[in-house]
């Protein structure tokens, strides 16, 4: 905490400005303007840009103009704090951090001579990006609107889907020099009392100087350490909104559209919105899809190279002849052929992420086309290598929320597998389920509904019921969390 | 903190027993089938009674001294099965030490996630095992001579037998009271499913396999090799996995049952998982897999039955003095 946040307001105008200049170290964004207010001296505050300047000079300036002559400063502050409502958000400011605060948030704050209180007006009238659709998470059938990088907005759109006072909003203040605006949403009739408490203790305990994006608090709300997320991320206020009614609790920050889920489960990654917009029979076949190209992704060139290397027996006549024909001439052995090209892709993947859109299309032509086809020509790389890799990588975009998990660990598979063949394969699958298996999200263990086992959840995770059947179910996800008990081991 | 739910402790179960079905090492004749059902049969009628009362059995120090013992002993008797049975599976690894390390390796990683891990793991391994199975009847259908299987006597001692190879009872005692559910159902399930799965690989080694499975070491592998559900592509993949998952599933159980009740006896004890695998790979070396099989087979009717018999007597022996 900074020296001057407790430091109380001094009653004489004089003294206040020149603490707030002194503060402020006369930054340029700081606008003072001393006035006569019913003929108390008077000074008004704000932050450049922060402001909107038509609304302040319409709802705050003008009214204050025209009051009357006040006997002393007492009677103008009461006067503008009990008759006038000049703004919906009007905090009173008694000390130099809040005052800072506001000024940061888009307040206009009055100062009086005289009084060791000032008034803080909400005249928000920041630049902030329109609503649009979210760059991630696309769906044919659900609505097109994401969350922006204002919380407040955020909130809104939120609330537009829930118009219940069952859901609720927390603020708190993270991070001790950017002050950010933290909010705590849940379904007050739905979730669990303990996991908000923990959530509350969690973000407690983290005491960092700025939270510039949702990355930042997520390790506090991940109590072991895993490969994969135990904290959801979403963009879509209608996502946010069907997590929230499964009793789940969601944490918004100012600055990003991104609001962080807990707790998560194995499942979620393998569910859209568009589920529930499909007929029951082809949601399912795409969530069968999807746990199919989860093992391809991860699982396939591994496969590949171990059966190739190690178990060419197991392969099919056919099958052999072609691939005994297609790696005959080729310089690498077949896991650095298959690492090599995975390398490769992450390359032209990151280069075309990172630079600018207009020459990201030229690295995807290069990388894809030109070095694909030239490795092929070359005889660097075989063609079925090239095909199984494809493959893969192509699976994995169809559930990329576990897409960091699956890329590093698709590269020890194929390792494994190119060392020790399907032996290997199967120690590390054993391992990966034991990692899987001991995750953890607040108690909520991250394979649930599959283990532990809950043959009535299998209706919205092997298969997707329509909602004449769902519409009775009630779910929570405290059904998922393991009772009490001693600790075993 | 948690408890382990009637599935998991079910799971764990039949992953024990089905491992020893599989490593049986031949099957002389149907016999074996109903020497075998009489066993379990007895295993079960012993059981339950036993679960109705409270032996407090892990009150006393010098018992979960003997079962921490008696799972050491039978992690090194797997590792010896694991050994003998690597080659009829198929594996790739060039010596059974490179083996070996390796499955340690990745049992030092597994145990040290502790029980709870395990028994989460465990239902979803014997999913996929079921569904080995479902493929492994699929591809046998076609070689079934029903005529085969007719009743003989030849294997009932041997499958008698398999009453003290049960290594998974002794973990029942240890897992009892962290069970959230009947016991008696766990139990039964247990029962009904381990003898379903003989019947079955009996059946099928006796009718696809033929005097080939029966005579052959480890029938069950050798009835995989047999079974091919596929014309184009062989299936041993799977079932290599399937073998490795297994392995590592007997490992982690035994190593984590071990570690829990010696943490339980001494609490100052922390991560003890690498100093038991490494006595388990010490044991099975230097005493080998006829030393450790007699032993465990000797220690099993004790802990499974003797012990907490024993111990439920005294105590209602005492409840009724005090009355």
Request: aromatic share 8%; net charge neutral.
């Amino acid at each position: 905490m900074n020296s001057y946040e407790t430091l109380p307001l001094p009653a004489s105008l004089e003294e206040q400005m020149a603490y707030l200049r002194h503060i402020a170290g006369n930054s340029a964004d700081l606008l003072l303007n001393p006035v006569k207010i019913g003929g108390i001296p008077c000074a008004l505050a704000a932050c450049e840009g922060m402001v909107s300047s038509a609304v302040l000079g319409q709802l705050l300036i003008e009214p204050l103009m025209q009051l009357p002559s006040m006997p002393d400063s007492s009677a103008l502050a009461s006067h503008i704090r009990e008759r006038m409502l000049l703004s919906l958000d009007r905090p009173i400011v008694r000390d130099l951090g809040t005052l800072f605060r506001l000024l940061h948030s888009g307040f206009a704050v009055l100062l009086i001579d005289g009084q060791t209180l000032a008034l803080g007006f909400g005249m928000q009238g920041y630049e902030k990006r329109s609503i649009s659709e979210p760059s991630g998470e696309a769906n044919v059938m659900g609505a097109h609107e994401g969350f922006i990088e204002s919380l407040r907005p955020n909130l809104s759109l939120l609330r537009r889907r829930m118009k219940t006072p069952l859901l609720r909003y927390e603020m708190h203040t993270m991070g001790t020099l950017s002050h950010t605006d933290v909010a705590l949403c849940w379904m007050d009739d739905r979730v669990p009392p303990d996991l908000l408490r923990s959530i509350r203790e969690a973000l407690a305990a983290a005491e960092l100087e700025t939270v510039i994006t949702p990355g930042y608090l997520q390790p506090f709300l991940e109590k072991r350490s895993s490969l994969f997320n135990t904290v959801s991320v979403t963009e879509r206020p209608d996502v946010l909104a069907a997590k929230l009614l499964e009793g789940r609790i969601a944490v918004m920050m100012d600055g990003s559209p991104f609001a962080l889920v807990v707790p998560k489960l194995l499942v979620e990654s393998f569910q859209t919105l568009d589920d529930y917009s499909f007929k029951p029979y082809y949601a399912a076949f795409l969530r069968w899809v999807k746990y199919l190209a989860f093992l391809l992704t991860l699982l396939l060139p591994a496969v590949y190279v171990a059966l190739s290397v190690h178990h060419p027996e197991l392969l099919n006549r056919t099958l052999l002849l072609l691939l005994t024909k297609a790696e005959a001439d080729e310089p690498l052995s077949l896991p650095a052929e298959a690492i090599g090209v995975l390398l490769m892709y992450e390359v032209i993947r990151e280069a075309g992420l990172r630079l600018p859109k207009v020459v990201g299309g030229a690295v995807s032509i290069v990388g894809g086309l030109i070095i694909g086809d030239a490795a092929v020509s070359s005889g660097l790389v075989s063609t079925p290598m090239l095909t199984v890799t494809a493959i893969a990588v192509t699976a994995g975009f169809i559930v990329p929320d576990l897409n960091p998990a699956v890329t590093v660990m698709r590269l020890f598979f194929i390792a494994a597998g190119g060392l020790w063949g399907m032996y290997g394969i199967g120690l590390l699958g054993m391992a990966l389920l034991f990692h899987l298996c001991h995750a953890e999200s607040f108690g909520f263990p991250v394979t649930a509904p599959f283990s532990p086992f809950y043959p009535t959840a299998m209706r919205d995770v092997l298969t997707r019921v329509g909602f004449r059947t769902m519409q009775h179910g009630g779910f929570t996800v405290e059904r998922f969390r393991e009772t009490g008990g001693r600790r075993v081991s | 903190m948690n408890k382990i739910t009637s599935c998991q402790l079910l799971s764990l179960l039949l992953l024990q027993g089905i491992w020893e079905i599989l490593c049986i090492p031949s099957i002389p004749g149907s016999g074996m089938l109903w020497g075998a059902l009489g066993a379990y049969l007895v295993q079960l009628l012993l059981l339950l009674p036993l679960l109705h009362g409270e032996t407090g059995l892990f009150r006393r120090k010098w018992v979960g001294l003997v079962f921490a013992g008696y799972f050491l002993i039978a992690g090194a008797r797997n590792l010896c099965q694991i050994a003998s049975a690597a080659p009829d599976a198929l594996l790739s690894v060039s010596g059974r030490w490179t083996a070996a390390a390796l499955l340690l390796v990745t049992c030092l990683y597994t145990s040290a996630a502790g029980i709870k891990a395990a028994a989460r793991c465990a239902p979803l391994t014997l999913g996929l095992l079921a569904l080995s199975v479902l493929i492994l009847t699929a591809g046998a259908w076609q070689h079934i001579v029903p005529e085969r299987f007719y009743w003989e006597r030849g294997g009932i001692r041997e499958g008698g037998a398999l009453f003290f190879t049960a290594a998974e009872l002794p973990m029942l005692w240890v897992l009892r009271h962290r069970l959230e559910g009947s016991a008696h159902r766990t139990l039964l399930g247990y029962t009904l499913a381990k003898s379903g799965f003989l019947a079955l690989l009996v059946f099928l080694c006796i009718t696809a396999g033929g005097r080939l499975a029966q005579s052959a070491d480890y029938p069950f592998f050798t009835l995989t090799a047999l079974s091919q559900p596929l014309q184009g592509q062989r299936a041993d993949a799977l079932y290599i996995l399937l073998f490795v998952m297994l392995c590592v599933m007997q490992i982690t159980m035994q190593a984590g049952l071990t570690a829990h009740l010696l943490e339980e006896l001494f609490p100052k004890l922390r991560h003890t998982a690498p100093a038991i695998l490494l006595t388990m790979l010490g044991l099975s070396g230097g005493l080998g897999f006829r030393t450790l099989d007699g032993l465990t087979a000797m220690l099993l009717p004790v802990l499974a039955f003797g012990i907490p018999c024993t111990l439920l007597l005294l105590g209602q022996l005492k409840r009724r003095a005090a009355a």
